[in-house]
């Protein structure tokens, strides 16, 4: 067992669905993010929780909702997406949110939106 | 804000070659990390710097931190199939976020 999990592997929606990712991990972390990666571009950093108290929110669009109930667990919940937002959502967590953090990464969600 | 530039962008090497990719940006990290991610996989870390001039090496893999704190490498020697993937550089300087770059796309052809 990897110790980032997330789910579903691949996620096909509709412009008018709502839907939610989740993520898990077992290392005894307590920093945990979503990242979008798409096709030619950087990883980008969507969310960041420590704690449980969200630090960072990058600008995301507010069709993208985060939740973290608890350390060990991660959600995004997805509604009204565009064909744009199609993409590799990464989920990572790290011992915490701060400065020499080594980023352990899920195998990640396809999403794609029709 | 920060970015990283990493090169090349793709390698299509030979089984048996040893491979170099780096990385480079304008301003200081004080963190450097090296990722793999294979298709339909999430990114593995593969290798961790903490300190300029660092050289560390994890098997066949061997990754510098740049004196100037600007830059790093990955070298993989003796390259074989499964090498294949895509190599990402990650760094962290004075905020939080890590900065990655776009990645290194490697084809091992045996």
């Known amino acids: 067992e990897t110790g980032v999990t997330q789910t579903p592997r691949h996620l096909v929606m509709g412009m008018t669905n709502k839907k939610s990712l989740k993520c898990e991990q077992h290392?005894?972390?307590?920093?945990m993010y979503w990242y979008k990666q798409s096709a030619k571009k950087p990883l980008e950093l969507m969310f960041v929780?420590?704690?449980?108290?969200?630090?960072e929110n990058n600008s995301v669009p507010s069709r993208f909702s985060p939740e973290c109930p608890n350390s060990s667990h991660l959600f995004l919940h997805l509604h009204t997406l565009q064909p744009e937002d199609s993409a590799l959502y990464l989920c990572?967590?790290?011992?915490?949110?701060?400065?020499?953090?080594?980023?352990?990464f899920g195998q990640g969600t396809r999403l794609t939106v029709v | 804000g920060q970015q990283l530039n990493q090169s090349p962008q793709s390698m299509f090497i030979q089984e048996g070659e040893d491979v170099s990719m780096n990385c480079t940006s304008s301003?200081?990290?004080?963190?450097w990390l090296w990722y793999k991610q294979e298709p339909g996989e999430g990114p593995v870390l593969l290798i961790a710097?903490?300190?300029?001039?660092e050289l560390t090496s994890n098997g066949r893999l061997t990754a510098q931190f740049g004196i100037t704190r600007k830059d790093s490498f990955l070298n993989i020697s003796a390259s074989i199939p499964s090498d294949v993937g895509i190599y990402f550089c990650?760094?962290?300087?004075?905020?939080?976020?890590?900065?990655f770059g776009k990645g290194t796309k490697l084809t091992v052809n045996p």
């Open positions: 990572a967590s790290s011992h915490s949110w701060g400065l020499n953090t080594e980023a352990f």
């Open positions: 290392l005894g972390h307590n920093a």
């Open positions: 929780y420590n704690f449980k108290e969200q630090t």
């Open positions: 301003s200081i990290f004080n963190t």
């Open positions: 710097l903490y300190k300029a001039g």
């Open positions: 990650a760094g962290q300087g004075g905020s939080e976020k890590l900065v």
